[in-house]
Antibody, heavy 121, light 107 residues
Framework: QLQLQESGPGLVKPSETLSLTCTVSGDSISTSTYYWGWIRQPPGKGLEWLASIYFSGSTSYNPSLKSRVTISVDTSKNQFSLKLSSVTASDTAVYYC?????????????WGKGTTVTVSS | EIVLTQSPGILSLSPGERATLSCRASQSVSSSYLAWYQQKPGQAPRLLIYGASSRATGIPDRFSGSGSGTDFTLTISRLEPEDSAVYHCQQYGSSRTFGQGTKVEIK
């Protein structure tokens, strides 16, 4: 059964870089035909897609955050990661990782449980 | 960027009633690349509908999706207490964007 698990610091200081990792179990990123992505949800607000990556390293980013976001993949560890630089309080959110296909299968069908990140000094 | 606007913001209905949730796009969504998700408090979203009208695996048939172009609808035919949740629409035809969500409350 495919499972995704987010991990990383729960507290990040303003202006620093937020770093999160998603560990995939039950499927191999390197042989999968899916993309792997990050989505966040500020408290009481809607969902926002941040970035996605394919095992080959092909990436796509939300244009509004592209200058601050980096997504990477480590197929040897079956993990993919997110870095968000120069964080402010508005980056406080629950961060989810998820799997999705492309084109007709571009919906997100498997999600991690999410990890809460607070930006505060 | 395609902006998705969901209405109403909150829907309060009784068990057994029909719920109709709207998702309107600022421009046409390619090939009906639209999905609906259900999110209960403290949980991750769960895929309900993809391709505007196809139910995901294990989703009860009281959930149905319809629409094309810029107007999409999620219908819950007979509400059950466990349907209390926030429902999000998402388009994946041009980058990926979500609506702001509709909260369904069961009286």
């Amino acid at each position: 059964q495919l499972q995704l698990q987010e991990s990383g610091p729960g507290l990040v200081k303003p202006s620093e870089t937020l770093s999160l990792t998603c560990t995939v179990s039950g499927d191999s990123i390197s042989t999968s035909t899916y993309y792997w992505g990050w989505i966040r949800q500020p408290p009481g607000k809607g969902l926002e897609w941040l970035a996605s990556i394919y095992f080959s390293g092909s990436t796509s980013y939300n244009p509004s955050l592209k200058s601050r976001v980096t997504i990477s993949v480590d197929t040897s560890k079956n993990q993919f990661s997110l870095k968000l630089s120069s964080v402010t309080a508005s980056d406080t959110a629950v961060y989810y990782c998820a799997r999705h296909g492309y084109y007709v299968s571009g919906y997100m069908d498997v999600w991690g449980k999410g990890t809460t990140v607070t930006v505060s000094s | 960027e395609i902006v998705l606007t969901q209405s109403p913001g909150i829907l309060s209905l009784s068990p057994g009633e029909r719920a109709t949730l709207s998702c309107r796009a600022s421009q046409s969504v390619s090939s009906s690349y639209l999905a609906w998700y259900q999110q209960k408090p403290g949980q991750a979203p769960r895929l309900l509908i993809y391709g505007a009208s196809s139910r995901a695996t294990g989703i009860p048939d009281r959930f149905s999706g319809s629409g094309s172009g810029t107007d999409f609808t999620l219908t819950i035919s007979r509400l059950e207490p466990e349907d209390s949740a926030v429902y999000h629409c998402q388009q994946y035809g041009s980058s990926r964007t979500f609506g702001q969500g509709t909260k369904v409350e069961i009286k």
